[in-house]
């Protein structure tokens, strides 16, 4: 008898290790693993530039990855549900598997391809393949979401979940015939400008080298980590982000690999277990965004604090594009905009600089800034984005609060104290003695000619005076406070 074949649709779990759509379908038989583009049912969030590159790559590898198992991908341009049927009619495939997505329009597209293959009596089943503890698993007492990270956190802590990875099939049976495939080229996901040419020395994409970076990450860095996340001048993060968000590595696998870290620590009395602690928290922030977004859909781009619908944000086309191209005349706020340019990721210390530099000190609207980094980032990701910019706007759950307005000098002497990152990003600042780096304009005529800087020549002026700039933003704050 030959074995039922089954349709793994391949979406944000680009790996084989740990998949469990996947790992059903070999237990099942043979399978067809097929990834359908179709970025006009993504609603309003279709991929950025910098994430079409990081798919190629990511999908390039996918294949290479099932070809050692005797299988290989199959390409599709969308729509999904007409692909999938196309599929199953020409394959004879049974049943349809997958991972689920938690962002709205990929919820919505999912309820109704299920409701649809199963109403014609296709079996379709979906898995758990990219959360600990999925939205609606962690709940209040009264039943509800969580909208402050530290009880959430603790709930997921407490709750009683084992996070064990599945085993990697060895082999992925293929079907009698393999039906037509799109070539990966077709789906025109690089960029036709070349700007994407930091990236290749920035990244290595794939599972393979998602599953390197995090064993190099626990064996170098994890111990210094609550030290080195926020500091600009070292990589003292895992950089797994695009790498998670592209579920080339699942986060099951990065808890049992730092609980086993943790173990040893434990054992050897070390005081490794601090970086790793704090570590698994941060996995644990991806946890709670990916938990707001399902539970707030709206928060992409409406603040989840109601009073900021009437914040007085400023619109200015000029301001906005300075930001983008790190041309604000604060250093370490340009640096880390050219960082994100050239090689499509920031640390997070800095991607919270500039988001409060964007909101508070230039108070154009969080929602400009958020379609930037979605545009720009190789991580880019519907929960963890809009987290991000909601906290720092003041507007989100658990947020900063408006009023923290942060320091642009103040965040440089701490993130970058030798001021190796701004002389990196900023070259024609290298020059500047260090407590001049971060604020060139207040360089004598003498030191700015020493080092070749000119004012509005090489290097912009302040577009705002920071404190000015500071008073005016906490102004419009007590505005919304007060009505
Ligand atoms: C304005 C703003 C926008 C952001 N946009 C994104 C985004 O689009 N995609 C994205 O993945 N992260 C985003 N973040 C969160 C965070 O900055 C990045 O996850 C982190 O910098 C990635 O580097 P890393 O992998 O070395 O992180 P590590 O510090 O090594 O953390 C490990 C993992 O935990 C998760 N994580 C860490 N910090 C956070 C956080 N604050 N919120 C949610 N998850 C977190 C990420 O998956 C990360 O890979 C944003 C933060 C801010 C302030």
Not at 325 to 337: C, E, K, L, S, W
């Amino acid at each position: 008898m030959t074995k039922p074949l089954t349709i793994v649709w391949f979406r944000q779990d680009l790996r084989i290790a740990d998949q469990p759509a996947l790992r059903r379908a070999v237990d099942r038989g043979g399978v067809i693993p097929v990834y359908i583009w179709a970025p006009e049912e993504e609603g309003d969030w279709p991929l950025g530039g910098a994430s079409r590159w990081w798919l190629h790559h990511s999908l390039a590898s996918l294949d290479e990855q099932l070809r050692e198992r005797g299988s290989r991908l199959i390409i599709r341009r969308g729509p999904t549900q007409a692909m999938l049927d196309g599929l199953l009619e020409e394959t004879g495939a049974t049943a349809v598997y997958w991972n689920r997505r938690y962002e709205p329009a990929a919820i919505e597209r999912d309820k109704q391809v299920k409701a649809t293959l199963l109403s014609r009596g296709v079996p379709a089943e979906s898995f758990n393949g990219s959360l600990l503890h999925e939205p609606w698993t962690v709940v209040t007492k009264q039943g509800g979401p969580y909208q402050v990270f530290t009880p959430f956190w603790k709930a997921c802590l407490t709750a009683d979940v084992r996070h064990e990875t599945l085993p990697t099939p060895r082999e992925v049976t293929s079907p009698a015939k393999w039906p037509k495939s799109l070539s990966l080229d077709e789906l025109e996901l690089l960029p036709s400008i070349p700007w994407d040419a930091g990236f290749y020395n920035a990244w290595n994409v794939g599972a393979p080298a998602a599953e390197r970076r995090l064993q190099q990450f626990i064996s170098e860095a994890i111990a210094r980590y609550h030290e080195d996340r926020d500091r600009a001048d070292v990589d003292g993060s895992s950089l797994l982000s695009p790498h998670l968000h592209f579920g080339e590595l699942s986060p099951r696998q990065v808890w049992t690999a730092v609980e086993k870290e943790l173990a040893k620590s434990q054992a050897l009395k070390s005081k490794s277990g601090k970086g790793a602690e704090v570590f698994l928290k941060e996995v644990g922030w991806r946890e709670f965004a990916h938990h707001l977004l399902y539970h707030f859909p709206q928060t992409p781009t409406e603040p989840l604090r109601e009073q900021f619908r009437h914040f007085p944000w400023r619109r200015s086309q000029q301001d906005l594009r300075a930001w983008q191209r790190g041309q604000t005349g604060f250093p370490i706020v340009d640096a880390a905009m050219r960082h994100l340019w050239v090689t499509g990721y920031m640390p997070n210390r800095m991607r919270m600089v500039v988001a409060s530099f964007l909101t508070k000190d230039l108070r154009l609207p969080w929602q400009r800034g958020a379609e930037w980094f979605w545009e720009t980032l190789v991580d880019a990701d519907l929960a963890n984005n809009t987290l991000g910019w909601q906290w720092t706007a003041g507007c989100g759950a658990d947020a900063a609060p408006y009023f923290r307005v942060f320091n642009p000098t103040m965040q440089a002497e701490k993130a970058d104290p030798d001021g190796e990152y701004i002389r990196r990003w900023v070259p024609e600042l290298a020059k500047l003695p260090t407590k001049r780096l971060r604020e060139p304009w207040t360089a004598t005529a003498e030191e700015l000619a020493a080092a070749g800087v000119q004012l509005g020549m090489n290097y912009p002026p302040p577009i705002v005076d920071h404190h000015e700039a500071r008073d005016a933003a906490l102004a419009a704050y007590e505005k919304i406070r007060a009505s």
